[in-house]
């Protein structure tokens, strides 16, 4: 592979010295669960979104879930999420018995759209989960008014988020919860599955770590059925030593972000991302949007570029959530963006040369694609 899609070894090797002395004593003492690092890195990151409170979890999707059962979500309530994000957003819902609804996103950004939104909230409507994709956060300035005007709960799916914001603050810190995930190729990474839960409410706080923990404050005494998902104290070194680094890996992403945009200004037939105005991006993400998506993405694997699609199946047409109420065309943005995204590769360690090779062979990869389309057309 001449340049990876993602290179999450050169974050680990950055950390190791720092991270294996805390491992060695993690070991040596055999504590494993909980600890003074996950408290530790609780409060740091809860300080560094600007939340009063953070309480790790086992992985993004159980977060998604509590902190909707926190907020009080319950089986048969719906929750609307866009149909353009990773399926977890949705599993998170169908796993408390609630049922997500699904809705189209913006042709610009392929961000939440406040207006379809509002067009499906229904009697049993009681929740709304903006997905802050691609390292960029949903239009919130529009969404929080319009969820206190219809009394709906707000839940961020900050899992592509660490670190970005808005006009109104900080990705994770804008609605009554938030949930992330820690997944290894996030801004933010552990070194496995792990995750967070994000609130200024100490009562959804308290609720999230009693029913992570088997629905249990103190050992044995259970006061609900609950879950086993906790932060274990090997991942939170990792996240510790990361979080440190975040502010200047996301500069380095937010660098190769406009590295981008200069060499590809000028190709025709690439569409490249859009910023919402205000928004200070994270660029979790760098997804360009071409004809003939799935030739060119043929073309750069060829040169040994690594190139992804995220995501190439809108939800509604997933077999997991197909539904005679979400036919085909029942979503034109998302359906008609899922034929044309392509995720460039982005990492913080990205270099100039890299994106140069990156940007030739998407010219040669489009140009080649454009070519084969016009002959394939031709007149015999």
């Known amino acids: 592979m001449t340049v990876p899609f993602l290179n999450v070894a050169a974050q680990q090797a950055e950390i190791a010295d720092e991270v294996l002395p805390v491992w060695q004593a993690q070991f040596a003492s055999a504590a494993f669960i909980g600890g003074p690092e996950v408290s530790a890195f609780e409060r740091e990151y809860a300080a560094y979104i600007g939340v009063p409170h953070c309480v790790g979890v086992a992985n993004g999707t159980d977060a998604v879930e509590i902190a909707l059962r926190a907020v009080g979500i319950r089986p048969g309530d719906e929750v609307i999420i866009p149909v353009n994000t990773f399926i977890a957003t949705a599993e998170a819902v169908t796993r408390i ?102 609130t200024a409410d100490p009562a959804i706080a308290e609720f999230v770590r009693n029913f992570g923990s088997h629905g249990s404050t ?74 003939d998506r799935d030739r060119v993405l043929t073309g750069l694997g060829d040169a040994g570029i690594g190139a992804a699609i995220h995501y190439p199946t809108p939800l509604h047409l997933t077999t997991a959530y197909a539904d005679p109420g979400y036919p085909v065309g029942r979503f034109p943005v998302a359906e008609a963006a899922a034929d044309r995204i392509l995720s460039l590769p982005m990492f913080p360690h990205l270099t100039p040369e890299q994106q140069s090779l990156v940007a030739a062979a998407v010219t040669r990869a489009v140009t080649s694609s454009a070519l084969a389309e016009a002959a394939s057309g031709a007149t015999p």
């Not at 914001?165 to 992330?180: C, D, E, K």
């Not at 972000?257 to 200070?280: F, K, M, Q, W």
């Open 218 to 291: 103190v050992k044995y005494v259970h006061d609900r059925a609950g879950v086993n998902s906790r932060l274990d104290a090997v991942q939170a070194a990792v996240l510790r030593a990361k979080l440190r680094r975040l502010d200047g890996w996301n500069a380095a992403r937010r660098l190769a972000a406009a590295r981008y945009a200069e060499l590809l200004a000028d190709i025709p037939g690439v569409r490249l991302p859009t910023s919402r105005a205000g928004n200070a991006d994270v660029w979790h993400l760098y997804v360009i949007q071409v004809d």
């Open 97 to 198: 018995g609630a049922v997500p609804v699904f809705v189209d996103v913006d042709p610009e950004c392929l961000l939440i759209d406040p207006a379809a939104v509002e067009a499906a909230i229904s009697p049993r409507t009681r929740a709304l989960v903006p997905v802050h994709l691609y390292g960029q956060t949903a239009p919130m300035e529009a969404l929080l008014p319009l969820a206190a005007r219809h009394g709906l709960v707000v839940v961020e799916d900050a899992a592509q988020s660490q670190g970005a914001s808005s006009t109104l603050g900080s990705a994770g810190a804008l609605g009554h919860v938030a949930a992330t995930s820690f997944y290894p190729g996030k801004n933010l990474g552990a070194a496995g599955d792990a995750g967070a839960v994000l």
